[in-house]
Structure formats: structure tokens, C-alpha cells
């Protein structure tokens, strides 16, 4: 769960329906490295405004620690603003977070972050999964496949095991 001592890490990944959001923490102590995701959000109709909310009413208390990463696909000029504001700018003016709390990163290949989330998920020394409040994740992780060219199968969404849109937000934090 959240801390006042730790970073927390919201990572996006954009769609038309739903947009997905994971939220966990990443810190080294004495005891060693540790990665806990322990949140997530379903926001429909991916609306910036109601996701920022969202995010505003739960953990408005520790976004002076956060840090937003997801999906680079949200650094595209949105047409629908009159500014033209990516959606990661969008983003940072509603929970009014400092330019430096994005951490945008391209996004991985599927083949090359497959490996590097296999790597993690088998060695990693304190790698969690909340499976109470991360359940699409947990399922994400359970059923997501890939293709004989190690894409991740993403065809159709109206099939649950086609979307791994938190899956996305998954791989983003690892980038």
C-alpha cells in the first residue's frame, strides 16, 4: 500500500476503452530491492480529467512523491485540446506534478521485455503482486500469450487475454 517514504510509481497505458493505470512503489533499503505493485485503476471512455481525479481522491496525499511513467504513446500531441498537449502533459497539470516527475521512456519491443519480465518475475528478490487490488494485473500476467514472433497476442478486445493493457503498465515500469 502506499507510503509517505516511498516513491509512488503510476504507470498509464492508453486506450480507447478502458485506459489502464498500475500503481506501485520500487526502493532499496538494507534489506534489498523492492517492487511491489499494489494498486489499479480502470478509468472508461480514457478520460485524463476523471482518471486525474481518480488518482487525486486516492493518493492525492502522495503525489509530491510520484512519479508517471506508461506508455509512450501518451507523449502524441492530443488533437481534441486546443493546445495540442500531450496526454502526459495533460496528465501532469491536473495532479500538478513538476515536469520532472514524468519519466517517459520508448516503449519496450514485446520480445525484448518478455525476457526482461521473465527474468524479473523468476529472480527478482521481492517482486509483489497485490492480488486483491490488482487483478486485472494478475490476470494479465496469467494469460497474456505471445505470437510464434514473440509479440503479444492483442487481436481482439473483447477477449479478456487479448488486451494486457495492465500487462502494458507492467513492462512500463520496468523500462
Not at 34 to 48: G, R
Amino acid at each position: 500500500f502506499p507510503s509517505h517514504d516511498r516513491q509512488l510509481v503510476i504507470s498509464f497505458d492508453f486506450n480507447l476503452e478502458p485506459m489502464a493505470i498500475v500503481f506501485s512503489h520500487h526502493w532499496i533499503d538494507a534489506q534489498g530491492e523492492h517492487l511491489h505493485f499494489f494498486d489499479e485503476m480502470i478509468v472508461h471512455n480514457a478520460s485524463i480529467p476523471k482518471a486525474c481525479d481518480m488518482i487525486k481522491e486516492k493518493y492525492g496525499d502522495y503525489l509530491h512523491l510520484a512519479v508517471v511513467t506508461g506508455d509512450s504513446m501518451g507523449n502524441r500531441g492530443d488533437i481534441g485540446v486546443r493546445s495540442n498537449a500531450t496526454l502526459y502533459e495533460q496528465i501532469r497539470e491536473n495532479l500538478r506534478l513538476r515536469a520532472n516527475q514524468l519519466k517517459i521512456a520508448p516503449n519496450p519491443t514485446h520480445e525484448n521485455s518478455r525476457a526482461q519480465c521473465a527474468k524479473l518475475l523468476h529472480f527478482h528478490p521481492d517482486l509483489k503482486i497485490n492480488a486483491t487490488n490488482c487483478p486485472n494485473l494478475r490476470l494479465d500476467m496469467v494469460q497474456v500469450q505471445c505470437d510464434a514472433y514473440g509479440a503479444i497476442i492483442k487481436k481482439n478486445r473483447k477477449f479478456i487475454s487479448e488486451r494486457a493493457d495492465h500487462a502494458d503498465c507492467f513492462r512500463a515500469v520496468l523500462s
